[in-house]
């Protein structure tokens, strides 16, 4: 009997297709390319693939009951990884399930490098073949650029092939050169200028620079949520995917959406500048390591197992072509090498921009995000980790969190007694993002609503915090209190529940006990510090007294924290313009040792320890 | 006045006051008590307590793990005596973190309150191929075996396990833990027992051996 397929469309977007019945809803938006949100990589946890399914499917499961409301079930809505296909159906994809970033950093600070790029432009003047000679011009444009200090080792067949024709309009050329690789040659001495692109791949967010090489100048900015966010929120999710999902096609379709995503930076980036991608020469990208296996089209899988392997450390030089990308042809993408299993070429950017070797006193560089990434730079020797946060930070293990779209909390303080809060976009609240919960969560601390080992106080203990805060306590059966932040458009309270101050702890801790592990590899104490960067765009959000009062970062005056954003973009772009920032990647990626903390047999103290928060002083 | 003395020794656990249960747990056995009723009635009432407030969320993992440091010093005074009178066991378990995992933060505090709830526990440690499982649980005699992962990654292995238990013809419950771990994954690699945190875990390993 053959199978019976029915035809799914999915909502806004009109994408549909013919299933065979028992399709999960998940799989048939993954394979139509509809990007839903998945953080928990379709384990029927996180509850952000909500869909409202139009037509009869299968019986709601155990965690949807969990998960969704009784008005949600009445409406029809379900988790699209758990519902499986019965019948023809329309879904209904709500905007609250396909996320668009609305704050992206895209800037960093970084020190200026002098604009030196390895891309140049030799322009040549060749004379005529005199009868009676022996000569050929390819051999001879090569003499030609070796004279003039260019000399060429390497160029494709298509330099050749296109030689004649360009000698044909004139013995003026210009030649496009890429370190001693001659990647193309253009007729005339006035050949248009010519382009780089600086890429950094997230595993949330990509951002991309243009710059005009011929110059030094940006010329655009462009930043994306990553589409792989359907198959996971977090880069062990997606390796899950690609080998126990899809283990045929997995390791293509990750890959083949980083490139599209790249892709679409390109184009929207050359738009907005007026450019022509076949001008683009010229390509650096950097990652975490797993995100740049995948954008490479490498199998990351063996990095999230014991003990735990990268395939490549890099630095990559790639021609462009290999990778599908929208640039010249003959143009080179530079992958950045990496530092250690879970310590990517994004770090390695970032340490390309600062100056951590200068004067040997001790520097401290973190980032954070769902992996956390730290290094510590101390008498001459650099050491680096990282640690799992966990998602807490983008809101995802958070009962009312939300990730920074419009309407998530982003900012609180306690004025007069009670507490104030303003959401992106200035819209009606819809849940907490990773800057607001930090807000929340440090202000209660300060007000004496949140005790050191993290409880949320009953009303009759939290005898120092003012009335107002009290009163927006809520007493459960057990004793455990939550406390109401705003209303909701439902009329329901938007909560900060005591389970979720036990999130943060497990993300804070996991920060504090890498940096905690380095400084005691380097005998560092915390006060001895001179100057400590805090990268990445969750910390852009972040105050130096808010991550001492976290206990996020050790006690260190706050006015030694500096917060330089997306340093990874702005390493790429160093990379991208300086031959010098190149030579200083590749130094430090010789030179950074990476420690393994899970390894150390203190790391479950020093863990432990760092979920308590500090004492207030 | 035993009487007293036992709800002191399990305020000193919930208190985590290492000292003081040691002190009174020799003041217990001083007074002619018997290690497994102050096992029974002292320390087990404590813990108890403990994984109730951590599952409530009213304390966390470092609250936890002063209360399991008092138990244990306790425990190692009556550890001894406990073998010796050959008291009966609630149950064996033989608990590790599975092969390509090194996380084991989470089993530890399942190792305690297992401990505190008066079974015979194993540990394993991390990074666990399934012959030491399968070897341990032979050698110990284990009622139970039970397999944590906190990663998607590794997780899958929890089955290699538990078919190989099968395969070997061992007569052994399994149970299955840890932060990427659903009821329903559970059920699809063959376990017996799922827990979603440690109190919950102490509850299945009682129902699994029907005491």
């Known amino acids: 009997m053959p199978e019976t397929r029915f035809t799914v469309s999915f909502l806004p977007g009109h994408r549909s297709g013919k299933f065979p019945s028992g399709t999960t809803l998940r799989d048939a938006a993954l394979q139509l390319g509809v990007l839903i949100d998945s953080t928990c990589a379709g384990m029927g946890r996180c509850g952000q693939c909500r869909v409202e399914v139009k037509g009869p499917a299968s019986p709601l499961t155990a965690l949807e009951r969990e998960l969704l409301s009784p008005q949600e079930i009445n409406k029809g809505v379900r988790l699209s990884c758990q519902a499986e296909i019965r019948a023809d159906a329309v879904c209904l994809v709500p905007e609250t399930s396909t996320t668009t970033i609305a704050s992206i950093l895209v800037e960093g600070q970084a020190e200026v490098q002098e604009f030196d790029p390895d891309l140049q432009l030799v322009k040549l003047s060749l004379r005529e073949h005199r009868l009676g000679e022996t000569f050929f011009e390819m051999e001879h444009l090569l003499q030609v650029m070796a004279q003039r200090g260019a000399p060429v080792t390497s160029y494709p067949l298509s330099v050749v092939q296109t030689l004649p024709q360009v000698l044909r309009q004139g013995r003026d050329v210009t030649a496009v050169v890429y370190r001693d690789r001659l990647l193309a040659l253009e007729s005339g001495r006035e050949a248009p200028a010519v382009f780089g692109v600086a890429v950094d791949v997230g595993t949330t967010t990509l951002a991309a620079k243009l710059v005009d090489l011929s110059e030094g100048q940006v010329v655009a900015v462009a930043s994306e949520t990553n589409p792989q966010r359907a ?299 001179q100057r400590v960067f805090v990268a990445g765009a969750f910390g852009n959000h972040l105050r130096g007294e808010d991550a001492v009062a976290l206990g996020l970062l050790p006690e260190i005056p706050p006015e030694r924290i500096h917060f330089i954003g997306n340093a990874a973009l702005a390493g790429a772009e160093a990379v991208l313009t300086s031959k010098v920032a190149r030579e200083k990647a590749e130094h430090l990626a010789q030179k950074v040792a990476f420690v393994e903390i899970a390894e150390k047999p203190e790391f479950q103290d020093v863990f432990v320890e760092a979920m308590r928060f500090p004492e207030i002083i | 006045m035993h009487k007293e003395l036992l709800q002191q020794l399990a305020q000193a656990v919930i208190d985590g006051n290492k000292d003081q249960a040691e002190t009174l747990t020799n003041q217990l056995l001083d007074a002619g008590l018997e290690a497994k009723a102050i096992l029974d009635n002292g320390l087990m009432p404590g813990m108890d307590v403990v994984g109730q407030r951590f599952r409530d969320n009213l304390i966390f993992v470092p609250e936890v793990l002063i209360a399991a440091r008092a138990m244990k010093a306790s425990l190692a005074i009556l550890e001894p005596l406990l073998a010796a009178s050959n008291a009966p066991q609630v149950g064996t378990v033989v608990i590790g973190t599975v092969k390509g995992d090194i996380h084991d933060i989470g089993k530890n505090i399942v190792i305690m309150m297992l401990r505190g709830a008066g079974f015979r526990v194993v540990d394993l440690g991390i990074d666990t191929p399934a012959e030491k499982f399968l070897q341990a649980a032979r050698e110990e005699n284990a009622d139970i075996v039970g397999m944590s992962a906190l990663l998607t990654t590794t997780m899958g292995y929890m089955k290699t396990v538990i078919e190989r238990l099968k395969a070997e013809g061992l007569r052994v419950k399994t149970m299955v833990g840890g932060a990427p771990i659903s009821p329903a994954f559970a059920e699809q690699i063959g376990a017996d027992g799922y827990a979603k945190n440690a109190a919950e875990a102490v509850d299945k390993a009682k129902a699994l051996l029907g005491v």
């Open chain 1, 231 to 529: 198959v996971g929120g977090d880069v062990i999710a997606r390796v899950h995917y690609l080998r126990e999902q899809n283990p045929q096609n997995g390791l293509k379709y990750l890959h083949r959406l980083v490139i599209r995503a790249i892709n679409t930076l390109i184009d929207r980036l050359c738009e907005d500048a007026g450019v022509s991608p076949d001008r683009i020469f010229k390509l650096t990208l950097v990652g975490n390591t797993i995100m740049q296996h995948l954008a490479l089209g490498v199998d990351p899988s063996a990095l999230t197992e014991k003990p735990y392997t990268p395939a490549v450390k890099g630095p990559l030089t790639v021609p462009a072509a290999e990778l599908k990308l929208s640039m010249h042809p003959q143009g080179v993408v530079y992958a950045i090498a990496n530092l250690g299993c879970f310590v990517g070429s994004d770090i390695t950017a970032v340490l390309t921009v600062l100056d951590l070797e200068r004067g040997g006193a001790p520097q401290l560089v973190v980032d954070i995000g769902t992996n956390g990434e730290m290094v510590l730079a101390a008498g001459g020797r650099i050491i680096c980790t990282s640690s799992p946060a966990g998602p807490a930070w983008e809101g995802a293990s958070i009962e009312w969190g939300t990730p920074a779209v419009a309407g998530a909390i982003e900012r609180a303080r306690v004025v007069d007694g009670d507490v104030q809060f303003t959401t992106i976009a200035r819209q009606p609240a819809i849940g907490i993002c990773g800057s607001g919960l930090v807000d929340l969560v440090c202000e209660f601390r300060r007000c004496g609503l949140i005790d050191a080992s993290g409880r949320i106080l009953p009303p009759e203990r939290a005898v120092d915090a003012p009335d107002a805060l009290r009163q927006r306590l809520v007493a459960r059966e057990s004793g455990a209190c939550d406390i109401r932040i705003a209303p909701a458009a439902d009329g329901r309270w938007i909560l900060l529940k005591q389970k979720d101050i036990r999130e943060v702890q497990l993300a804070k801790a996991a920060i504090r006990a890498g940096i905690e592990i380095l400084l005691r590899e380097l005998q560092v104490k915390p006060v001895d510090l």
